[in-house]
């Protein structure tokens, strides 16, 4: 593996350590080494905002540790949820007597955890609400949007839900708000190439040269297509397609738009495809507010992009435009 | 001197961890074709922490329930995923089942079994048939409360238990996954085993290894 790491078995650490230190002006470590902290964090008076998930995703999810955003993040094995401990050890950290929102992606691990940690918070008499983000539209039907995981679509919600929080609001409007920025978003993700758990030593699922798979989800789970690589204008017309027409916004609607390499593609051909998604956006009649584009929220070094549209109202937008202060600009 | 039933029960999570040392890289190949090949490393994390958690425990003071919660929050402290809050559960159920007593015989192990299948069912609400952990845990279970009921003799209670988990486990091959990561696989899952349930099966071979090597 041409890889830069010291141990498999120490990469989450070794990534934690290396993060901490580049960004101590912004987070800082918690007493349990999982668990990454906005420096000034608790904010009295302030709903505390939690995420947390499997690393392997970076700068999800430690990155958007930050003010005015993520007060604590629970930092998980590669691609594997967080113990419930760390979920409520960040719950602790970022309480400040107002209560505190977790929100995470809907994955089976996650889910557990997340339940467990609030009941080891509710004895500590820590109110705690949760948003669980579905906005990958190819992991199930929208008739069973329950069962959709969560993708870059969760970055919105956090920017959402840290914002809101921000104003003061009570536990209740931050999960209200958070789970609105979810709600409003869907997601796509295209694969063409497999990533590798060091700790394994090989790929964890197959992308055939010369073909790609559309729908893929964050961890390589399979999406609803295996097909052949095709220009990436085809390719972002396919993407927009699959997430606007699960999304039937009415003409004139301003959106938010997030275009994510999964780790191994270059920035360029993200800015490719944008090219194209922009166009094709534009040409359903919406209004794109804002655009982000980078590494955003990787799988590794999975090649391949994903694509989240949030469909904005005047509330999603004051709070878009809300200034936050962790590692990543948004 | 006969063995106290709080020691069997440290002796029994001493020879998970080993048979998981054993088994890591086979389950972590299982886990690659059709979850994120993890597991065997998680089961591996998991079962070395509860061994840590227990090497504080005095075992000559002790019950055999302390273990049993000793355990669940060594391994629940130690693993995510959905591993670590399902086996933590078990645990649990385990030692709340074992509460009253002191001796491990067959009912108590029954008892346990029992307990624990129950608990990773109620945490992950999964069904039997899921192509999950429970198509191990569940049958062994029944087969711990035929055995009782019919007298069997230890080694043949024993037998009958692991029989009913490597069976429930190879059915797994057979399965359409619908709980978890290899959910998403759907049709794709066919013919391979699921991993947790190839792991569990391991687990209650240890758990029978050391029950019946228990000095009377």
Redesign the interface.
Known sequence: MQRFINDPDLVVEDTVKGFVKAHSDIVRLAENPRVVVAREAPFAGKVGVVTGGGSGHEPAFIGYTGRNMLDAVAVGELFSSPTAKSFHDAIREANGGKGVVVLYGNYAGDNMNVKMATKLAAKDGIEVATVVANDDVCSAPIEEREKRRGVAGEIFMWKIGGAKAATGASLEEVRAAAQKAIDNCRSIGVGLGPCTLPAVGHPNFKIEPGTMEVGIGHHGEPGVRVETLKTAEEVARDMVKIVLDDHDLPEGTEVAVLVSGLGATPLNELYILNDTIESEISARGLKIRKTWIGNYFTSLEMVGATLTVMALDDDLKTLLDVETRCTIIL | MSETATRVLARMFERMSEVIETEKDHL?ELD?AI????HG??MS?GFKAVNAALSTLDLDTASPSDVLSTAASGF???????????Y?TGFRRAAQALADRDQLDLAACRDMLGAISEGIRD??KAQRGDKTMLDVWLPAAEAATAGVASNLSKPDFWKAVENAAENGAAATATMIAT???AA??RE?SLGHADPGAVSAAALIKAIAGASCTQAE
């Not at chain 2, 629940?76 to 399902?86: E, I, K, M």
């Open positions: 972590s690659g979850g994120d090949g993890d490393i998680t994390i629940l402290n130690a693993v995510g995923a959905s591993t670590g809050p399902l933590a945490r992950g709980k978890g990561r998403r696989l794709r």
